[in-house]
């Protein structure tokens, strides 16, 4: 029987009282006194690897009295005490959850020896350990490496890089392996973590005659995720292709990886020879699948995405009935792609085909058809026609009228987008009044109407009242919405990104902000931050988590704290050197961070976060195809050009001024 069954059983029945006793203080240890720990322990591990568990036992002990809290290590001894145990894994997890990672790697360190001692002294069993005997090891180790004590992780390895049996390393590897995937993907706050984790492992068990290919394989595959998230594809394609295990195709992300960097025609290639097809313009529908799967792979981007719904949707019309799903989604797909990367002329063919197939089939009030209404609704208002997209949300809202029924999502966003495009037209007085007819409306539903629903209503009103000036009025509503929601400590930020109490509160802190108030809504700027960053399914990367990090950033940037002009210049760097100056990604820091330091008075370090916006919106990447621009695009633009302009012009009048 193992140690860990053991222990397990027996912390089941433990009093209640044991549990809940708080962990005991750690001691300080001195560099010497650490290191002639590590030794022991080290020396012990190698003792039981090689079945010598007398000789192990001794050294475990001296380890234990020399790193471990001495109330607790002189219990230890003559009996077995659990309650011990159980407290110090409580103090393992309790450091772990807060992120202490040197102080998580002590009470690992504890754990694993009291493990080993165990084991060493069960004189029962004889010859070598089994690996999950002494697998908390393994725990601690990553813990060093996450703390950044990877001399100390390295010198725990080399017992089972070493050992005869190769099942020791692989266990190791395969561990280390287990984790670096989880960080990656799930690892929340600690992904920017995985890099260092996955470079140490690799290095450590990618060696002449490796004993663990399996777990190397799966250590570059997350690299290659890492690289690519990074920018990095010609680094990614390199550890893609340490990551495939030789005779075998490449993995979908290898293959996305192609799409991303602009070689379609090849991946389109790839996938007829991994189905066995000979190469042809024509795509069968198994290759149209293949590649709407591949599109599905984290990280593939918006591009490769794009490459691929233009090989697949003509594939799905050409090959599918309207009613068939696959080509329903791969139309929304693609235009919402394209509405997303500023190209919504391209989207409106497709949804107004998808809409008059809808209707045709369901009839002009059916679900089906109202799904494309809005979405066609969105690509005609991101081309600046705002008076036909709000007809086209007018559609829906006028149905809400007819049946008096608010509660359907697609009801909340006619709601939305009609305040939206009256007041992007300056039509402030019109969205008021539409606005106070809706919310009386949806006040006399009451609970009619769901609570998550009702909040996104009071918040299009509270848009309204803050173009027409009463912020205080519109802060009034930004707190209702709040109170209606989850509390600060239950609320759980979905990995959707459609939480209205994430938007309610961000509201509450931009209506503060411009009040001159940013010191009272920086708890709500670092709130949204923090469970963003506590919840392992949103990509640590990804939109949602810049966004909450941006916002901050301005928020402490307008207080003319360093901590905001550090975040935003960090965000700048990284963004101009993975996308470029003129990119959409530099843009989208460049413009608030100059903002920001113009609103705290710092007109001259403003220029050089303005000058990166000015030069990115003058570039050639936004001027677009001019053929295909229509009059709307074309004023747009301008707007933008002359936004720009006027934030340069302002800051340096100011720096000159002394402003």
Do not use: C
């Not at 813990?143 to 992780?153: C, F, I, M, P």
């Not at 390393?169 to 992904?191: L, P």
Request: hydrophobic residues 45%; proline residues 5%; aromatic residues 8%.
């Amino acid at each position: 029987m193992r140690t860990t069954a053991i222990v397990l059983s027996l912390l089941l029945v433990l009093p209640a009282a044991a549990q809940d006793a708080p962990p005991p203080a750690l001691p300080t240890l001195s560099a010497q006194d650490q290191a002639r720990a590590d030794t022991l322990l080290i020396q012990a591990a190698e003792h039981l690897i090689a079945g010598r568990r007398a000789d192990a036992a001794p050294l475990i002990r001296d380890a234990l009295a020399l790193a471990g809290p001495a109330d607790d290590v002189a219990k230890l001894q003559g009996q077995t005490q659990f309650e011990i145990y159980s407290r110090w894994l409580d103090a393992r997890a309790a450091a772990m959850k807060a992120r202490d990672f040197a102080t998580f790697a002590r009470w690992a360190w504890l754990t694993a020896a009291y493990r080993m001692k165990g084991t060493a002294e069960r004189t029962s069993e004889t010859g070598p350990v089994a690996s999950d005997d002494i697998d908390d090891i393994f725990f601690m180790t990553y813990g060093l490496v996450l703390a950044g004590e990877e001399d100390r992780a390295r010198a725990f390895l080399a017992p089972f890089a070493a050992a005869p049996d190769p099942s020791f390393e692989i266990a190791f590897a395969t561990d280390m392996a287990g984790r670096a995937v989880s960080v990656q993907n799930w690892g929340g706050q600690d992904k920017p973590r995985a890099a260092r984790l996955v470079a140490f492992a690799i290095a450590a068990f990618d060696r002449p005659a490796a004993r663990a290919p399996d777990a190397v394989r799966d250590l570059y595959r997350v690299q290659g995720q890492i690289l690519r998230t990074a920018g990095d594809f010609a680094g990614a394609r390199a550890a893609y292709a340490k990551a495939r295990k030789p005779g075998t195709p490449p993995a979908d992300a290898e293959l996305a990886l192609m799409f991303a960097m602009g070689e379609v025609d090849a991946g389109v290639r790839a996938v007829q020879q991994m189905l066995g097809e000979s190469p042809s313009p024509a795509l069968s529908r198994a290759a149209a699948d293949k590649l709407v799967e591949i599109a599905g792979q984290t990280g593939s981007g918006n591009a490769a995405t794009i490459a691929i719904y233009e090989r697949v949707y003509p594939v799905y019309q050409r090959l599918l009935k309207f009613d068939d799903l696959k080509l329903q989604n791969a139309g929304s797909v693609l235009a919402n792609l394209y509405v997303e990367t500023g190209e919504p002329a391209r989207a409106e063919p497709i949804l107004t085909g998808l809409l008059a197939s809808a209707e045709k089939r369901w009839g002009p009030e059916s679900n089906g058809a109202l799904t494309y209404v809005l979405e066609l609704a969105g690509a005609v208002e991101a081309q600046n026609r705002l008076a036909e997209a709000e007809l086209l949300y007018r559609r829906i809202w006028n149905l809400s009228l007819r049946y008096d029924n608010y509660e359907p999502d697609d009801s909340r966003e006619a709601f939305e987008g009609i305040t939206r495009t009256l007041l992007a037209r300056g039509l402030v007085a019109d969205a008021l009044a539409f606005t106070a007819d809706g919310i009386a409306r949806v006040r006399a539903a009451g609970d009619e109407i769901n609570v998550w629903r009702r909040m996104f209503y009071l918040l299009a009103r509270a848009d309204a009242l803050e173009a027409s000036g009463a912020l205080a009025d519109a802060e009034t509503l930004a707190r209702e919405a709040v109170s209606l929601g989850d509390s600060d400590e239950k609320m759980n930020i979905a990995a959707a990104f459609d939480d209205p109490n994430v938007f309610a509160r961000a509201r509450l802190a931009h209506l503060q902000e411009r009040q001159g108030r940013a010191a009272e809504a920086e708890p709500i700027r670092r709130l949204l931050l923090r469970k963003i960053e506590q919840n392992d399914m949103i990509p640590w990367e990804g939109e949602y988590r810049t966004a909450a990090l941006l916002a901050l950033a301005a928020n402490l940037t307008m207080q003319g704290k360093e901590e905001g002009t550090k975040l935003f210049g960090e965000r700048l760097a990284a963004s101009t050197r993975i996308y470029g100056t003129d990119s959409p990604q530099s843009l989208d820091v460049a413009e608030p961070f100059a903002r920001a330091l113009l609103q705290s008075g710092r007109a001259g370090a403003a220029l050089t976060p303005a000058r990166v916006a000015l030069a990115a919106r003058t570039s050639a990447r936004f001027v677009g195809d001019a053929a295909r621009a229509s009059a709307s695009d074309i004023a747009l633009a301008r707007k933008r050009t002359e936004a720009a302009r006027l934030m340069v012009e302002a800051a340096w009048q100011a720096s000159r001024s002394g402003g």
